[in-house]
Nanobody, 116 residues
């Protein structure tokens, strides 16, 4: 299974950005899809989770939202009011398969840089 992120870039503080995560098979077949972000020297941070039943968790729901599009087979992380501290490499990960044999597929990441 391949997972690919896109949509990163350089924006100014206060602006918005939407990241996309697509896969080589239906995203609706995954147990979960998870957005993480990483900054060198810091621990990986959980950003948002999409469960197979559509339930979501978003760490900062006041600024970020998560939704999926069946027609485009994509998961979107919409980020508003971006801050300098949101600067990170954002990774999408898919969990799939039966619970006792679950597999994970990671994308290559997409860089988000927020300037002051």
């Amino acid at each position: 299974v391949d997972v690919v992120e896109s949509g990163g870039g350089l924006v100014q503080a206060g602006e918005s950005l939407t990241l996309s995560c697509t896969a080589s098979r239906s995203i609706y077949s995954f147990n979960q899809m998870i957005w993480h972000r990483e900054v060198p020297g810091k621990e990986r941070e959980l950003v948002a989770v999409m469960n197979d039943d559509g339930r979501t968790y978003v760490a900062d729901s006041s600024r970020f939202s998560l939704y999926r599009d069946k027609a485009k087979n994509a998961l979107y992380l919409q980020m508003k009011s971006l801050r300098v501290e949101d600067t990170a490499m954002y990774y999408c990960m898919a969990r799939y398969g039966p619970e006792d044999e679950e597999s994970r597929a990671w994308g290559q990441g997409t860089q988000v840089t927020v300037s002051a």
